[in-house]
């Protein structure tokens, strides 16, 4: 980290005022709180009188920033924490976000490649190299380098559809040997090798890293490396292809940033979902529906955040493949920020009518605006479509039904975790793992999450897992590679996009007690909207419901990023 003035530029010395400026400055214009910057600055092991020494770690920073001409203002004491103002002109961090997020909306592959260019210049060494906090080394600084890989993914594909494949090979030398098992780079080095004449080299490479999968993870490589390596070996000619769009791993289905095109293409082999479990009588009555002889052939699959949609109808679409030799289409209508598909773009996208059955899966619609325009050209074919709304007016007019997913079961959970962590490790510890299920409230997500830190920690004791998830399970059930795996970011994406009294409304019934009657003062066209928003449950003529997951994350985001809103009157 340093600071730049003018013709000088200052490297800050690892000191605990850098810890604190490192972490403000990695959630730039938002308050954070306290308790996280306490924990940057101190790891696990802050004093008693920490909170003091941090408001002189803060007037440190602002004699500093004054020293060099930067507003003693920028770093604002607000309600429960700090903010940093900052913005292109200060921060390279936010000048690189903006140039990767802006890149994808421009005219053409050659101006969204200068601009990743030019976001990935502003990336000076090692992030953090001079930041001594054990916490942002080991959850902001792998983040981090996510965010320029992704980045740095995007530009070799943009070089190899342009066809300068000689141009990008010292890119793809270094990415490949810096990060083995991301195999993007490797099959991207071994397809410029391969065009430039260099069939040999690119033979070797794909044998090297299949031998490295192989020996120390017992796995071998991805189907777009084997597809490679036999093009190599029959002398297939390989042609420039167009960059493919970028992905939501998250999601396992095409995702569509600003401005970029694709096409829904059929999938002959829809793949299982990884462990999945429970669900029974909904794949059952969706299986029934979907493929029934006469229409309508609809179905919507509604819920809260992370509850399971989109695993329950690719689960449901594997299962009923055979019945539709026409294809199976999945278009994705929200970008990776939650942002929905226009209609337009997304009707472009659509199949053309074709012979054969077809299943088409509109995945994540923001509403019933969305999908109504989308049914006339899907005509003929049976549509599967998930969204945190009900879609009651879809299927007013067009029938089917609707699919409300509630959390799983215990046994479901239970289940879910043997199946992703193992059945002999969970079973050992059968105590522990019903207890970090119901430390992930039963949310699909948060187990999935749940047991990704199990999977990459052997060591790690399913106790130990669910004990430390419990000390403040909104912030840790996150994984930091993907943003798709992280509870405060999917939750907080649903939750920003509600209306400002909406939102309020869902913060103050997160802080009532979980025994409260969540109804109690708010009006009842509130509730019914969290209810349709997919973050409130039931309703008249029962009770209404807050899931315990999704209360803890409201009391975090009350504790962090706002301050409650006064009840609304009855």
């Known amino acids: 980290m340093s600071i730049a003035h003018g013709s000088e530029?200052?490297?800050?010395?690892?000191?605990?005022?850098?810890?604190?400026?490192?972490?403000?400055?990695?959630?730039?214009?938002?308050?954070?709180?306290?308790?996280?910057?306490?924990?940057a600055v101190w790891d696990e092991e802050p004093p008693a009188t920490a909170r003091a020494a941090l408001q002189t770690c803060v007037l440190r920073l602002r004699r500093l920033f004054a020293k060099y001409g930067i507003s003693a203002t920028t770093i604002e004491a607000v309600p429960g924490g700090y903010r940093m103002h900052s913005d292109t002109e200060t921060l390279d961090l936010v000048q690189f976000r903006a140039l990767a997020a802006g890149a994808g909306a421009v005219a053409g592959p050659g101006e969204e490649l200068y601009r990743l260019r030019e976001a990935l210049s502003l990336w000076q060494g090692q992030p953090l190299a001079n930041v001594a906090s054990r916490m942002l080394q080991h959850d902001a600084v792998p983040a981090l380098e996510q965010e320029r890989l992704r980045v740095l993914e995007r530009v070799c594909d943009l070089e190899l559809a342009a066809g300068n494949c000689h141009q990008v090979l010292v890119d793809l030398y270094e990415s490949a040997r810096r990060h083995p098992v991301r195999e993007r780079f490797t099959e991207q080095l071994v397809e410029a090798l391969y065009r430039t004449g260099r069939q040999a080299e690119a033979l070797a490479e794909y044998r090297t890293v299949r031998d490295r999968l192989r020996d120390e993870l017992g796995i071998d490589p991805g189907p777009g490396l084997r597809r490679l390596e036999l093009a190599i070996l029959r002398a297939e000619e390989l042609a420039p292809a167009p960059p493919p769009a970028r992905t939501a791993a998250a999601a396992g289905a095409p995702a569509l940033p600003a401005g970029a095109t694709a096409t829904a293409r059929p999938v002959r082999a829809v793949p299982p979902v990884p462990a999945f479990a429970g669900r029974d009588a909904d794949r059952r009555a969706m299986a029934a529906r979907l493929t029934a002889a006469g229409e309508p052939r609809l179905v919507v699959v509604s819920g809260a955040p992370g509850i399971g949609k989109s695993a329950l109808a690719r689960q449901t679409a594997h299962e009923v493949q055979e019945a539709f030799p026409g294809g199976v289409f999945t278009l994705q209508l929200a970008r990776p920020d939650g942002t929905p598909v226009a209609v337009e773009e997304a009707a472009r996208l659509l199949p053309e009518p074709a012979p054969g059955r077809r299943l088409i899966v509109l995945d994540g619609a923001a509403g019933a605006w969305q999908v109504l325009p989308l049914l006339p050209a899907a005509e003929g074919a049976a549509v599967l479509v998930t969204s945190r709304r009900q879609l009651a007016a879809v299927v007013a007019t067009h029938g089917g039904a609707v699919h409300r997913l509630d959390v799983l079961r215990p046994a479901e959970a239970y289940g879910l975790l043997a199946g992703l962590v193992g059945t002999e490790r969970i079973a050992a510890e059968p105590a522990a793992a019903r207890e970090l299920a119901a430390v992930c409230g039963h949310f699909p997500l948060a187990l999935r999450i749940a047991a990704g830190r199990l999977l990459t920690r052997p060591g790690l004791s399913v106790a130990d897992c669910a004990a430390w998830l419990a000390e403040d399970p909104p912030v840790r059930l996150a994984l930091a590679e993907d943003a798709g795996l992280s509870v405060p970011e999917v939750l907080g994406q649903a939750l920003d996009a509600l209306a400002p009294e909406l939102r309020?409304?869902?913060?103050?019934?997160?802080?009532?007690?979980?025994?409260?009657?969540?109804?109690?003062?708010?009006?009842?066209?509130?509730?019914?909207?969290?209810?349709?928003?997919?973050?409130?449950?039931?309703?008249?003529?029962?009770?209404?419901?807050?899931?315990?997951l999704l209360r803890s994350y409201a009391r975090w985001r009350l504790r962090t990023h706002e301050t409650a809103a006064p009840a609304a009157p009855r």
């Open 9 to 39: 530029t200052v490297v800050l010395k690892p000191s605990k005022p850098t810890s604190l400026l490192a972490a403000l400055l990695l959630h730039p214009n938002t308050v954070v709180s306290t308790t996280y910057l306490l924990r």
């Open 504 to 548: 309020e409304a869902f913060l103050r019934l997160g802080a009532r007690e979980a025994a409260a009657d969540p109804s109690a003062g708010e009006s009842e066209s509130v509730l019914e909207e969290l209810v349709e928003a997919g973050l409130l449950e039931d309703g008249p003529p029962g009770p209404y419901r807050l899931h315990d």
